[in-house]
């Protein structure tokens, strides 16, 4: 009974799934308040299951240590990002969703994840250490892999973009892959930090590992089931509305960023900011590696090109967030002002999405 009161949002959530397949096409039709009303439950219940999903997966990472920690907790914030994604993307056609999600996602891991951490741990500690090595890493490896999969297909003509497309697939997995061998063996004490995971998991140090491997999987087939039901009710509420396009982009970052902000947060008031480096800038990496090269071959498979080139407002806020986070992550310390920056940057971005120019 403890264990399934525990799991209440994963199971609220199958109530919600076949109250909202019985009552979509309802919804759609009459609109306004029931339309939005039971757009946000449902909404509410995806971020309910992607807390579950982030918190067995952090029962994981304590059992299995770091580097595999931050490994296992990115992976399952990108899992569900990249499930609601292929159901949007089934849904009426938003060539730019895959773009505009993966640009989200970073300017709510580094700007927002980042900022507020530092803040938070900057008011509380004064200044707080990480590992410069792993900063450094991931910020070499993140300017590559935006600017081959976002950056240059600006370039690409369309008659050649299923070629480019193949080998940005090819040369991203080569980078993941070579990227985990080397922050699981080679360089593994770049990454390696106590994380005070325990304290969280002692509850059920004792249950199975397959429990949790069993939890996590059934929660991302019901983020998968929801998202069918999600996608139908945003197209019909934006359809014909002056809300920003780029809203579902925001709300798929949002929900996978959402159990991060709390982890990161959490780790930045006992003074762990090497915990925050990693998940924002992993969880970062891991969105640019692993969702592109899916997108990218949904692309190839259907024969349409997915619009990845970044537009001019994006790339200034890459660029922008790339110079500001290599000036603060140099020096192995962070403090309350570098956070401010980063929050600076991430409330420019929500401005500039409520204006509709993102």
Known sequence: MKYLKSELPILL???????????????????????????????????????????????????????YGTLILTLAAVSVEVVILIVLLHGEPNPTLARDTVFSAIMFDINGILGLAAIVAGLKHGSAKYNLDSANSYIAMLLVAIGVGMFVPDFVPDEKWKIYSAFSVGVMSVMYFAF??????????????????????????????????????????????????????????L????????????????????????????????????????????????????????IEALALFSGER???????????MLLLTFLTV?????????????????????AAFIALVSMGLV
């Open 13 to 67: 959530s199958i109530i919600v799934a076949v109250l909202g397949s019985a009552l979509e096409h309802q919804a759609i039709e009459s609109g306004g308040m029931l339309l939005w009303g039971s757009l946000l439950v449902i909404l509410a219940s995806i971020i309910g299951v992607a807390f579950r999903i982030s918190h067995h997966a952090e029962v994981m990472a304590m059992r299995l240590g770091e580097p």
């Open 180 to 237: 985990l061998r080397l922050q699981t063996v080679e360089h593994r004490k770049f990454f390696e930090y106590s994380d005070g995971i325990e304290e969280e998991a002692h509850d059920q140090m004792h249950s199975p590992n397959s429990l949790h491997i069993i939890a996590m999987l059934f929660a991302i087939v019901m983020v998968g089931l929801l998202s069918e039901i999600l996608s139908a009710l945003l197209n019909a509420g």
């Open 239 to 294: 359809r014909g509305s002056s809300l920003p396009k780029a809203i579902p982009a925001v709300l798929v970052a949002l929900i996978s960023a959402s159990p991060e902000i709390l982890t990161a947060l959490r780790a930045a008031q006992k003074d762990r900011m090497q915990t925050t480096v990693n998940i924002a800038l992993g969880a970062s990496l891991a969105t640019v590696l692993l969702t592109l090269p899916v």
């Open 306 to 316: 997915i619009e990845m080139a970044l537009t001019p407002i994006q790339a200034g």
């Open 326 to 346: 290599m000036n603060n992550l140099h020096d192995g310390e962070t403090n309350a002002i570098e956070g401010v920056s980063h929050f600076a940057l991430f």
